[in-house]
Nanobody, 121 residues
Framework: QVQLVESGGGLVQDGGSLRLSCAASGRTFSNYAMGWFRQAPGKEREFVAAIHRRGNIRLYGDSVKGRFTISRDNAANTVYLQMTSLNSDDTAVYFC??????????????WGQGTQVTVSS
């Protein structure tokens, strides 16, 4: 059974930092790109970041460029999202996903359950 489990979400103050993790299991991790998406209440799911299966190419959404960093550890079957300079617009449920290297949610076929990130001002 293919499974993604996110962790690391929580409440953080405006301007703070947080690191999300996503542990994968069930198929060969290094064969797939990994992505992070987020969804705020009443809004559509938004692309945050993606990393190529080899870890040498990264893609970011415009709203997080320069503030968020995606990385992966293929030996640990884990992808990370380091978030800095957080603001209230970053408040959302964050999902990790596994699939083809892309900013489109439809290119990912496995999704985690999500982790809540709340930024307080």
């Amino acid at each position: 059974q293919v499974q993604l489990v996110e962790s690391g979400g929580g409440l953080v103050q405006d301007g703070g930092s947080l690191r999300l993790s996503c542990a994968a299991s069930g198929r060969t991790f290094s064969n797939y790109a990994m992505g992070w998406f987020r969804q705020a209440p009443g809004k559509e799911r938004e692309f945050v970041a993606a990393i190529h299966r080899r870890g040498n190419i990264r893609l970011y959404g415009d709203s997080v460029k320069g503030r968020f960093t995606i990385s992966r550890d293929n030996a640990a079957n884990t992808v990370y999202l380091q978030m800095t300079s957080l603001n209230s617009d970053d408040t959302a449920v964050y999902f990790c996903a596994q699939g083809d290297y892309s900013s489109r949610s439809t290119d990912y076929d496995v999704w985690g359950q999500g982790t809540q990130v709340t930024v307080s001002s």
